[in-house]
């Protein structure tokens, strides 16, 4: 079908190398990491093992790459079709959909025994599981065929919390599912602002995504409802489950009132296309400290700090 044989035979070993390393979709992986680390900080009270720390993030790479080169063999026609991903490997005839499926067979297997030896079955599985949920699930139940796509596929992506969580402690406690609802809650804020500006590319290729299907003040809506509802839960760990301090509820309630007022601006103004790539890109900006907050809360001297300025004030 797209696949040609044509400029395959014209690449010289760096642009092979690269043509998998692009089949991986690399930009999105580092945050998928964040939210490992920020979990497994979290899960070690500040105190995480260098050598499991290396060996969850290099499986959970390992992971993320070979779901994401699926999903990549999987779509090829309709990624063929879309302006933003017709450069793909696959489509662009670069790579064979035979050769790909090999090259995400190897990555899962080294993904599965790095997690295995280093950490543990637990997060072994957790990690196959990201895989089969992200391919089976989004990308062939889901993706094409609701407009709640992203919604329950978005579970995939929160995965990778869990993982870390499991790769410390063995096993999964309250906190690391409150992780993995703060990500499944912040995935259709950031795809549905990026989704109103590539609107029509999916429109063309018939994926039913919420403003092809719904328009975009329903989009904007459920947006608004979805931050509202991200705000309390990444107040959880802070309270009940009083796993983050105060440090992180200031920095989770300042982020927070900004990505508030953001998706309210895009409420008012639901074609400003200028402000759905503002939103989309505070998404990411969004997760990335937010994970930092948890991070740096969960550090020992951060307690103590904190200890000492409540102590300061009380007086
Ligand atoms: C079902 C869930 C999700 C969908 C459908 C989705 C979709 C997308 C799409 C289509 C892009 C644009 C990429 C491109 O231009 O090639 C994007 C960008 C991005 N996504 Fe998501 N995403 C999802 C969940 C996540 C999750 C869970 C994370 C990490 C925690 C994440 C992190 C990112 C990042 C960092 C970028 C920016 C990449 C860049 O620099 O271009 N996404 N997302
Ligand atoms: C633990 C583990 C392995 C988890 C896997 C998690 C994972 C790969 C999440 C990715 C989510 C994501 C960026 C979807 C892109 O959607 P899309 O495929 O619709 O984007 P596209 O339109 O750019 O192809």
Known sequence: ???????????????????????????IIPLLLITTAASMWIASDGKVDPVLLVATLSGGTFAA?????INCIYDRDIDYDMERTR????????????????????LATISFTLLTVFANLLSALLAM???????????????RHTTQNIVIGGAAG???????????????????????????????????ALAL?????????????????????????????????????TLL?????????????????????????KAWALLHDPSNQQQARSLFLYSILYMMLLCAGMMIDSLPI??????AVMALVAH
């Open 1 to 27: 079908m797209i696949e040609t044989s044509v400029s395959r035979h014209h690449q010289n070993f760096f642009q092979v190398i690269q043509s998998y390393y692009q089949l991986t979709k690399p930009r």
């Open 65 to 69: 790459g070979a779901a994401q080169t």
């Open 87 to 106: 450069h793909r490997p696959i489509p662009s005839g670069r790579v064979q959909s035979r050769d790909a499926m090999i090259f995400a067979i190897a």
């Open 129 to 143: 599981s990201g895989i089969v949920f992200y391919v089976g699930i989004y990308t062939h139940l889901l993706k």
């Open 158 to 192: 929160a995965i990778p919390a869990l993982v870390g969580w499991a790769a410390c402690t063995g096993s999964l406690s309250l906190p690391a599912w409150v992780l993995f609802a703060i990500v499944f809650v912040w995935t259709p804020p950031h795809f549905w």
């Open 197 to 233: 500006m590539i609107r029509d590319d999916y429109a063309k290729v018939g994926v039913p995504m919420l403003p092809v299907v719904a328009g975009n003040t329903a989009t904007t809506w459920q947006i608004w409802l979805y931050t509202l509802i991200l705000i309390p839960t």
């Open 237 to 261: 760990l802070v309270y009940p489950l009083n796993v983050s301090g105060l440090f992180y509820a200031v920095v989770a309630l300042i982020l927070g009132s900004l990505f508030v007022k």
């Open 302 to 307: 951060t307690h103590q700090v904190t200890t």
